[in-house]
């Protein structure tokens, strides 16, 4: 009981903290958090660590909440952990898509994560299995695409190019044998295509530039 | 006797229309401004820079795989079971931000890294910063997320890799390193809740 008392005491120092808080600077805050500090311990509510922990641990709080509502750096970081969450999402939903009967999670992962290139590779490898070879083409750009915008300096590209064409090359590999068990798998597409991208791969490793990267 | 004028009852003042519509617009534009602010508020303050964009569209990249595998294989090096590492490009720079997810669900045995006492946090971090050197990561952060064994999220920090700089050379100590780390406190307050945080204190 006691320590739902302190809970709801808890919330209580946080909701006045933000409306107490807003506009004031440091010395401001300190003042408060101090009248705060010493009511609590006066009327017996908790001892001093306590008062001292809780009060510092909302004043935390609310500037947490304060930097992730203007998405300062470190909330905008922090937030980041949240992106991860979608990108394993994403991964398994593109996996399981790799089917025609599951198609539809393939397009929930795109939705996901529109601008990750990885995404578009396994969706490329969907439409081959499907035999739509325009759609197949049409994931690959936006692939491509996709990788362009991320290159802000262009001695990077090379190295970057070479990673998305060994992702490709896995990913195809790893949906070999699931091809030649689709009717409607153009085998000699997939064919085609891996020995295009396996071209490429050389190229990249032998002379350290790709067409791709204008070089 | 003269007749008095019939006595006239002064009209009754009917309450102005006009004026019911003004107490009843007030409050709608009062709240339609709020709400205005509210929505419009942020992408306006993000169009000029004050606020910072979203997180999914700073990391809205696929991961840097390569990257990820280096840092990764610090963990395999140490014999660290339950890590995973995303590299992620950051939006509109040449840099990225390294996640690192120690997953006690997934066979991550370590302590919550902010309460071990041992090295092995060191030489992790000093691993990090010198593979950014040679191998060229273009580092800005390094985000920590400890989960505990039914894969819930206890705890996440950031730092700077200017931080993790100074912690790997030695420059600052373990607790100074401690100190300028930004944590989640939210989610620590979701995971404990502020009852259990106290008795522990107490204890």
Redesign the interface.
Known sequence: MR??K??VF?LLVLFLLSLMMSGCDESDQELVMGILQVWVTDDGV?DE??AK??VD?AA??WE??TR?????????????????D??ERADELSKEGLTPENEHLMAEAIEL??????IRERDAVLWIMNGNSAATASAEDKSDS??K??I??PD?CP??RL?QLR?REQTYQENYKNCQMEANCNFAEYEAAHVSVQQEIKEILNTGQSPFCGN | MTDSPPKTTPPKKKRSRSFCAGCLLFPLIIIAILAALYFIGPPLLRWLGIFGPPAEQVYAAAPDLVASAQINEIFEEQSIPGVRVYVIPIQETDTQGAFIILDASRGYLGLNPTQGKDDTFLRVIQNIHQRNQTENLRLAHVTVEYRDEFGEKVIGFTVPQELVEDYATERISRDDFFREIDIDILQVIDYYNLGDLLEEINQ
């Open positions: 320590t739902k302190r809970v808890s908790m660590v306590e922990v809780i641990v935390k709080a947490q909440t992730e509502f203007m998405n300062a750096e470190d909330a905008i970081q922090l937030n980041g952990l949240d992106v991860i979608d990108i994560r529109p601008e990750d290139w990885r996709l990788l915008n991320q802000k300096n990077n190295s970057l990673q992702y």
